[in-house]
């Protein structure tokens, strides 16, 4: 019913910048809340960050001051942009949709950090 689809993942050199999207195919702003996670090997999946339907966001420390999430309504896609890349960012990024007490997942994009 709902897709949310993932794109803009690669190769980074630490330091460097990346911009996720995140793709739906039903109007974003019908969402209560779409949320960024990342899962790297070995390790659980992490939150790390969120936009509500008022457009508040929030992060975890890990990213805050280096990643930012934004949508854009009119293209039903929501951006996480990611600067100042460490190794430690290397992971599968999940983009994450509550619709009306539903729930919808992305496919996942890598994203790898490395020199």
């Known amino acids: 019913q709902v897709q949310l689809v993932e794109s803009g993942g690669g190769l980074v050199q630490p330091g460097g910048s990346l911009r996720l999207s995140c793709a739906a195919s039903?109007?974003?702003?019908?969402?209560?809340?779409m949320r960024w996670y990342r899962q790297a090997p070995g390790k659980q999946r992490e939150w790390i960050a969120l936009?509500?339907?008022?457009?508040?966001?929030d992060y975890a420390g890990s990213v805050k001051g280096r990643f930012t999430i934004s949508r854009d309504v009119a293209k039903n896609t929501v951006y996480l942009q990611m600067n100042t890349l460490e190794p430690e960012d290397t992971a599968v990024y999940y983009c994450?949709?509550?619709?009306?007490?539903?729930?919808?997942w992305g496919q996942g994009t890598q994203v790898t950090v490395s020199s």
């Open positions: 936009i509500i339907r008022a457009g508040a966001t």
């Open positions: 994450y949709g509550l619709l009306n007490y539903e729930d919808y």
């Open positions: 039903g109007s974003i702003a019908s969402f209560n809340v």
